[in-house]
């Protein structure tokens, strides 16, 4: 493997540490100081943004990056015959996610600071989100899965006290538990899987796996007696098991709509443009692995399934999306139903498709999530405004979109720019960055079910179609109700723009949202290809691999569908809501549908079922086989027992002793005291008596001596 | 030539009455009186054997002379104790004087 130079790795290994380092100071020393804590977080962020941009731009410039990656190895733990290895890899794929994530943090940071101005816990979110930026960037710059886990990890944990930030609020940390506990069960199958790899190969490092065929090869052909799948095909599934729980696929995707419990500025980074991205991140990075299995033993099933689960995801979350009313709610539905876009893409080869959409749904979700946002910062200053004058009364959801309405006049800014997202986000032609990506996604799904007749893609395509229609429709639905016709309620009426810090970010993100995807026009596009040069994004993202996939040739066929569905469904949105808007009191048109409204707006009932089969099981058997069996009857019992024994051997031992113990103590005592009181009397202390004993004595000898003999001698 | 036996009865006859004076009398002079019978019940005794028995030697009147000296001296401390005993209770009474009583 060749590398670039020294100076450039080195760049790259020292983005992560600022905002670790940031983290550090804030926690540490400044948690007292809310000005400085922004300051040392922002200035951090900015630090790692000017040297991702350093080695996204040198990067760039390198010819076949992919075999000549920007990266740097040190041995770090001397285990067996291969010592483990930190190091920094940055290959086309890395270096896209480079410019993406610090310059979106970036956005996100200084949207915070206005956003969380007068939370008494500042300088705690600001350490937080710091720690989160440090751990996404070394799971960006990681050459080796051990280190992209060690980031996972952590960043897992700052969204999960990120999400319970308001820990007072009982759904608050409700949800973070949640989002905790259910990412948990990815995350134990992708340390099985990295285990696994490494039990395999002996190495974790991904140019070593992943650009090296003989070892793919042999992975493909090792079976793994498990249900016929060769090693490559299970290593890969346990690793996307990490990446279903991490970007909230079905059945791990009850999670991340919980997750909005969190500060917006949260929301926006961690649980749209980032983290949740990291899971797609690691399934395109692990993409050859995955295409190492196809060829093996058990087929296709990996792609099937990864395949499969994205786009059911993409559609059931779009359904659901469709009935909710807290404005983050939907968006966090979007999010799920776009991260199942990108694994479906994946899932059907497409993966550089796939990382286009990552980059660009970055941009526009984070930039969606700071409308938002914005928009229930607004409302919620409206409240009080308003309850000023009229006092408070029952409690407001200021998440609430039937609670807003008419915001277009009073907050322009954030109007403009949110449409632009959402536009993005439902893929309107031509004009913006989902456009593209999702374009890319639809066509190549299209092509491999029309052009070559294959099952899978076709499947995939028309669930993707017909989410594409859905998430038209609510984001048409989503604008409609925050943004146009009159205020419903006070809150709304008396909204006002928010400050210069939170409009700047949206405008910045904007931008990226709308021009975007410019980089990713497909060759042959018509004037617009020639315009911008032809598609820059899949030749440097393509290189990442082995083999180049081939960008797929302009066709019209696929971009006018793309094109008429996106419409569609927005078209759908504007007959529904916009074109009159709803008034204060009227209830949801969509409820006209009775049962499948239920059906939707209770999320298909499967957070439900999961309380009913998992957590519910899971309490009972907390409650009444381990706290009330196990706890008091088997170990409190075993406790009672073995104290009530020692207890009792104590009793005996206790009567041993007064009784034996005690008797002969005393008895000697008692007997020597008697003796001497008896014989005390013998003592007299006149000098006679002991003169006369002495006479008798003598005498008594003489007949002994004299007298006895002489006895004895007749 | 007087027997030695009579000498012999001479020394029992005092020492039996020494004995008895100890045992009997109650006066502590007395008791030490007596004393001194059975002592000199000895040294007759004692110089008798020697006259009768080992003439040429003269063991016997060298025990006499000891007997003699301890006698003394007996007499002295013995006579100064009760003294002593009499300052302090008064009385040479030995039936009075049972310090040592258990």
Known sequence: ?714 | MVPLTWYLLVATALFCIGVYGVLARRNAIAILMAIELMLNAVNLSLVAFWRYLHPTATTGQAFALFVLVVAASEAAAGLSLIISIYRNRETVDVENIDLLKG
């Not at chain 1, 540490?28 to 943004?49: D, E, G, M, P, Q």
């Not at chain 1, 409206?382 to 277009?408: C, T, W």
Request: with cysteine.
């Open chain 1, 1 to 714: 493997m060749e590398t670039q130079g020294t100076i450039l790795p080195l760049l790259a290994a020292l983005i992560p540490w600022p905002p670790f380092i940031a983290f550090g100071l804030i926690a540490l020393f400044a948690n007292r100081w809310k000005r400085l804590s922004h300051t040392l977080a922002i200035l951090s962020v900015a630090i790692s943004f000017v040297l991702s941009q350093i080695v996204f731009w040198n990067a760039i410039r390198v010819e076949h990056l992919g075999e000549h990656p920007i990266a740097l190895r040190i041995p770090w733990l001397p285990v067996g015959p291969r010592p483990l290895e930190f190091g920094v890899l940055v290959d086309p794929l890395g270096a896209v996610m480079l410019f993406m994530v610090p310059l979106v943090s970036l956005m996100i940071f200084i949207y915070s600071v206005g956003y969380m101005a007068g939370d008494p816990d500042y300088s705690r979110f600001f350490a937080l989100l710091s720690l989160f930026e440090a751990a996404m960037l070394l799971l960006v710059v990681a050459d080796n899965l051990l280190m992209l886990f060690i980031g996972w990890e952590v960043m897992g944990f700052c969204s999960y006290a990120l999400i319970g930030f308001w820990y007072r609020k009982p759904s608050a940390y409700r949800a973070a538990v949640k989002a905790f506990m259910t990412t948990r069960v990815g995350d134990v199958l992708m340390l099985l899987g990295i285990a696994y790899l490494y039990a395999q190969t002996g190495t974790l490092n991904f140019h070593d796996i992943l650009r090296n065929p003989e070892t793919l090869r042999a992975l493909a052909e090792t079976p793994s007696y498990v249900a016929g799948l060769s090693v490559a095909a299970l290593a890969s599934l346990l690793l996307f098991a990490g990446t279903v729980g991490k970007s909230a696929q079905f059945p791990l995707h009850v999670w991340l709509p919980d997750a909005m419990e969190g500060p917006t500025p949260v929301s926006a980074m961690i649980h749209a443009a980032t983290m949740v991205s990291a899971g797609v991140y690691t399934t395109i990075r692990m993409f050859p692995l995955l295409q190492a299995g196809q060829h093996g033993l058990g087929g296709a099933t990996a792609f099937w399934v990864v395949a499969l689960i994205g786009a059911f995801t993409a559609f059931m979350a779009a359904t659901m999306g469709v009935a909710q009313n807290d404005i983050k709610r939907v968006l966090a539905y979007s999010t799920i139903s776009q991260l199942g876009y990108m694994l479906a893409a994946v899932g059907i080869g497409a993966y550089v498709a796939a990382a286009f959409h990552l980059i660009t749904h970055a941009f526009f979700k984070a930039l969606l999530f700071l409308g938002s946002g914005s928009v229930i910062h607004a409302v919620e200053h409206g409240h009080h405004h308003a309850g000023h004058r009229h006092g408070h009364g029952e409690p407001f959801d200021p998440n609430d979109m039937f609670n807003m309405g008419g915001l277009a006049r009073r907050m322009p800014v954030t109007f403009w720019t949110f449409v632009a997202g959402g536009l993005a986000l439902a893929g309107f032609p031509l004009i913006t960055a989902g456009f593209w990506s999702k374009d890319e996604i639809l066509g190549e799904a299209f092509h491999g079910a029309f052009d070559k007749g294959e099952l899978l893609p076709l499947l995939v395509f028309l669930l993707l179609a017909a989410a594409a229609v859905l998430t038209g429709f609510y984001t048409m639905r989503q604008i409609a109700l925050t943004f146009l016709g009159e205020p419903r309620t006070e809150a709304a009426a008396h909204a006002k723009e928010s400050p210069a810090s939170m409009i700047l970010p949206l405008v910045f993100l904007a931008f990226f949202a709308i021009f975007g995807g410019y980089v990713g026009v497909p060759d042959g596009f018509p004037l617009l290809s020639a315009l911008v040069g032809g598609n820059w994004f899949h030749a440097f993202v393509g290189g990442t691999l082995l083999e180049h996939p081939e960008a797929l040739p302009f066709s019209p066929a696929p971009v006018f569908v793309s094109s008429l569905i996106a419409l569609s469904g927005l078209a759908l949105g504007w007959l529904v809501y916009a074109r009159r808007p709803l008034a204060a009191g009227e209830p949801d048109p969509l409820a006209r549908l009775g049962p499948v409204y239920d059906f939707l707006r209770n999320r298909w009932y499967i957070d439900d079922l999961y309380h009913r089969v998992f957590v519910r099981p899971t309490l009972w058997l907390a409650e009444r086989a381990v706290a009330f069996f196990m706890d008091r009857v088997l170990i409190d019992g075993l406790l009672h027992g073995v104290a009530d024994g020692v207890w009792s051997m104590g009793s005996a031992l206790r009567l041993f002793d007064r009784v034996v113990v005690n008797g002969i103590g005393d008895g000697i005592g008692e007997a020597v005291k008697a003796a001497g009181r008896e014989l005390r009397t013998l003592q007299t202390g006149l000098v006679q008596n002991y003169l006369l004993v002495v006479v008798l004595g003598i005498l008594g000898f003489i007949v002994l001596y004299t007298v006895a003999p002489m006895v004895r001698g007749f």
